[in-house]
């Protein structure tokens, strides 16, 4: 099973929102509400910032969201910080009953 | 609070086999699914396997089908994951992860909990 879509890398200057979408099929986004996104900063272990397409686990900011629209999920990132420098990870539960993770966005803040 | 120490790896022959340990503390350890997720050096995240709470549910990669077996001990606390067959691709860093709310029945809850990671290296 190929890897989720997203693009490979994106970029924003610090207080503007950025978009990372996350393309699959309905074998996997599309057939069940069971999309998480992480973070992982260079050397480190990653971190999820949503789950289940639209919630956020406690700890994550509030600057981040998610939505899901047919096979596509979306990952908005509101009010840009230095920090927020890093690769984002999409990944669904998918009908093998196994999880499937997207290739991985960069994002760099200008 | 909930943490995850995986152990084991290290540098082995193509065809050789490992053995990875995870240890886990702060949490009810019974009561989630676990699963190993790698990632390549320089590359994506990549599901590996899951196991149920209760051990008797687990799933794998097509990558890792027939070569790798997922197992726990919950009167331990502990998460294992036995390797043989080993190749090059399998390179990576191997991280033991908790499901958030899943304990291994129909669905995905997120990943909340992630050990440190320990490095597998396949290499005549």
């Known amino acids: 099973q190929s890897a989720l879509t997203q693009p490979a890398s994106m970029s924003g200057s610090p207080g503007q929102s950025i978009t990372i979408s996350c393309t699959g099929t309905?074998?996997?986004?599309?057939?069940?509400?069971?999309v998480s996104w992480y973070q992982q900063h260079p050397g480190k272990a990653p971190k999820l910032i949503i789950y289940d397409v639209t919630n956020r686990p406690s700890g994550a900011s509030n600057r981040f969201s998610g939505s899901k629209s047919g096979n596509t999920a979306s990952l908005t990132i509101s009010g840009l910080q230095a920090e927020d420098e890093a690769d984002y990870y999409c990944s669904s539960y998918t009908t093998t009953k196994s999880v499937i993770f997207g290739g991985g966005t960069t994002l760099t803040v200008l | 609070q909930a943490q995850l120490v995986e152990s084991g790896g290290g540098v082995v022959q193509p065809g050789r086999s490992l053995r990875l340990s995870c240890a886990a503390s702060g949490f009810t350890f019974s009561s989630f699914a676990l699963y190993w997720v790698r990632q390549a050096p320089g590359k994506g995240l990549e599901w590996v396997t899951v196991i149920s709470s209760d051990g008797n549910t687990k799933n794998y990669a097509d990558s890792v089908k027939g070569r790798f077996a997922i197992s726990r001990d919950n009167s331990k606390n502990t998460l294992y994951l036995q390797m043989n067959s080993l190749r090059p691709e399998d390179t990576a860093v191997y991280f033991c992860?908790?499901?958030?709310?899943?304990?291994?029945?129909?669905?995905?809850?997120?990943?909340?909990?992630w050990g440190q990671g320990t490095m597998v290296t396949v290499s005549s």
């Open positions: 309905s074998y996997d986004v599309g057939g069940y509400n069971y």
């Open positions: 992860v908790r499901d958030q709310f899943c304990n291994g029945g129909s669905c995905y809850d997120g990943m909340d909990v």
